[in-house]
């Protein structure tokens, strides 16, 4: 190793420490965090695994950012704002190259939603990224899986599908024009932090997908104690997607697709219209189905009851 422990630590990853409620960072055995009155504490941890969760030869700046991203949407899911994050990097070796790359995606997301970082571990193995990222949600509400309740909307953020149509868009070498924002989807998650600080108050329950909507879906049914209906026609379309992939396959992606790190909430009828005027203009809020009474997921499609073809739907349960 040419590069030691300490001189990593030192020049990528020290005096990114510096933030409100940090009393010591980087340096000392454990960083000391001061706590805020009339809040909670909210921590979530994800790791990703090279081979994995991305593709070995993913540039390093977008292994940083996204080891960042897949935490903050957690985060967003619970309507928490990210204060702090620890950082556990495993390295097969320490080029300097692909640290400071590493360290520019981190940062650069770190940096946007303000969130510092007090302190790590770095060891040579796989290339493996741990972060664990904690933040606040006022003392009185936080959001969970478990609110929704029969009635309300279901509605989900963004467009689901684009990041599972990224990703093969990289694994085939597509290099049409609109091959490149679908990349950048699936590179370059953007978690939704304020759209989950404003779900705070309005959601009955949130749930970042990332493992594919309908798998997902049903684990906030679950968790919740009744059934979603899922009208296969209401999602939001990707004109990307649809000029590279036919109906059949934006529908599997946009149903079982993971990596898109999209908020799926529950929202009661007379709030949808509050929370759409006010929405981001950049990230769709689209109704997309109910929540009933029973259990599990049903899609439907023009109303009727409809299933992707079984082989795709497989496919991807199996994984
Ligand atoms: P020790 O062996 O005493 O735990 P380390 O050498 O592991 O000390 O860490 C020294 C300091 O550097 C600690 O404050 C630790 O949190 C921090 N640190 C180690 N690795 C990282 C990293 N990847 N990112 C940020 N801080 C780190
Ligand atoms: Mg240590």
Known sequence: MTLGEFDIIARYFAGHDRGRDVLLGVGDDAAVLDVRAGHKLVVAMDTIVAGVHFPAETAPEHIGYRALA?????????GAEPAWMTLSLSLPQPEEAWLSGFAAGLFELAERHEVVLVGGDIVRGPLVATVQVAGWVEADAWL?????????????????????????????????????????????????????????????????????LIG?????CTASGCSARLDVERLPRSAPMRKLFDERTCLEYALTGGDDYELIF??????????????????????????????????????????????????????
Request: include cysteine.
């Open 70 to 78: 897949v935490n903050l949407s957690d985060l967003a899911a619970m």
């Open 144 to 212: 969970t899986r478990s609110g929704a309740k029969p009635g309300d909307m279901l509605m989900v953020s963004g467009v689901p599908g684009e990041a599972a149509a990224g990703l093969a868009v990289i694994r085939n070498a597509i290099s049409d024009r609109e091959a490149a924002p679908l990349r950048e989807r699936f590179l370059r998650p953007q978690p939704r932090v304020s759209l989950g600080r404003r779900l705070r108050t309005i959601a009955h329950a949130a749930m970042d997908v990332s493992d594919g």
């Open 216 to 220: 997902d879906l049903e684990k906030l």
């Open 266 to 319: 529950a929202v009661p009828p007379e709030r949808v219209a509050t929370l759409t005027n006010g929405a981001d203009a950049g990230v769709p809020l689209t109704v997309i189905g109910r929540f009933v009474e029973g259990q599990g997921v049903q899609c439907l499609r023009d109303g009727r009851p409809w299933r992707l073809e079984r082989s795709g739907y497989d496919h991807f349960a199996a994984g």
